[in-house]
């Protein structure tokens, strides 16, 4: 079982910057796909990122594509979530996911573990 807790979140301006993590227990971290997914008020929870086991693969999805980059540390169970050049319409709570599956895989139902999530406020 793992358990993740996101942190970073805040209030920041258009064009702006923040970096999100996410701190993992379990000493499987290593074996789990880890996702980034986002929910804004009055819609559904939806796919930012993910990065493999091993970190060897990553994929994006195109709202964020060449402005967000995601990263893990397996020696210190952490993801990371950079955020570059943000906009209005990326402000959602934030959240981290583990999947145990044999492939990378962008859908919620296809993961785990998901933490609390964080807030992303971007400002105009």
């Known amino acids: 079982q793992v358990q993740l807790v996101e942190s970073g979140g805040g209030l920041v301006q258009a064009g702006g910057s923040l970096r999100l993590s996410c701190a993992a227990s379990?000493?499987?971290?290593?074996?789990?796909?880890m996702g980034w997914f986002r929910q804004a008020p009055g819609k559904e929870r939806e796919f930012v990122a993910t990065?493999?086991?091993?970190?060897?693969?990553?994929y994006y999805a195109d709202s964020v594509k060449d402005r967000f980059t995601t990263s893990r540390d397996d020696a210190q169970n952490m993801v990371y979530l950079q955020m570059n050049s943000l906009k209005p319409e990326d402000t959602a709570v934030y959240y981290c996911?583990?999947?145990?599956?044999?492939?990378?895989?962008?859908?919620?139902?296809?993961?785990?573990?998901w933490g609390q999530g964080t807030q992303v406020t971007v400002s105009s």
């Open positions: 379990g000493r499987t971290f290593g074996s789990y796909h």
């Open positions: 996911a583990a999947a145990s599956r044999h492939r990378v895989v962008t859908t919620t139902s296809e993961y785990d573990y």
């Open positions: 990065v493999s086991i091993s970190g060897g693969r990553r």
